[in-house]
């Protein structure tokens, strides 16, 4: 007999929805990678940004707006990595290196 695999159905809010995806397919598939290659795990992780921030840019009907807005929300999201790193003592390195 067969295993199905488990569905997992993600509903709500669209912020609430994309953490479902995150959580149950994207970080998932990351640790699988990960535990054999770190730099295809992080090549996957980029793959996975760029198809999204390509997707929400080709959606919008401003596209200055949107770039400025996915500029000033990926700084921010820098200078928080940064700072939780910091304040963790973890040094910041390049994906996909040791």
Same mark, same amino acid.
């Given at each position: 007999?067969?295993?199905?695999?488990? !569905?997992?159905?993600? $509903? =709500?809010?669209?912020?609430?929805?994309?953490?479902?995806?995150? $959580?149950?397919?994207?970080?998932?598939?990351?640790?699988?990678?990960?535990?054999?290659?770190? $730099?295809?795990?992080?090549?996957?992780?980029?793959?996975?940004? =760029?198809? #999204?921030? #390509? =997707?929400?840019?080709?959606? #919008?009907?401003?596209?200055?707006?949107?770039?400025?807005?996915?500029? !000033?929300?990926?700084?921010?999201?820098?200078?928080?990595?940064?700072?939780?790193?910091? =304040? #963790?003592?973890?040094?910041?390195?390049?994906?996909?290196?040791?």
């Amino acid at each position: 007999m067969s295993k199905k695999p488990k !569905t997992q159905v993600v $509903q =709500g809010r669209p912020e609430q929805i994309a953490a479902g995806i995150f $959580q149950n397919m994207i970080v998932p598939m990351h640790s699988q990678m990960a535990s054999v290659s770190n $730099q295809d795990a992080d090549e996957f992780a980029f793959c996975i940004a =760029g198809t #999204a921030v #390509a =997707g929400f840019l080709s959606s #919008a009907d401003d596209l200055e707006s949107a770039y400025e807005m996915l500029t !000033t929300y990926i700084e921010c999201m820098y200078k928080d990595i940064q700072n939780e790193k910091k =304040g #963790a003592g973890i040094l910041a390195k390049p994906m996909g290196t040791a």
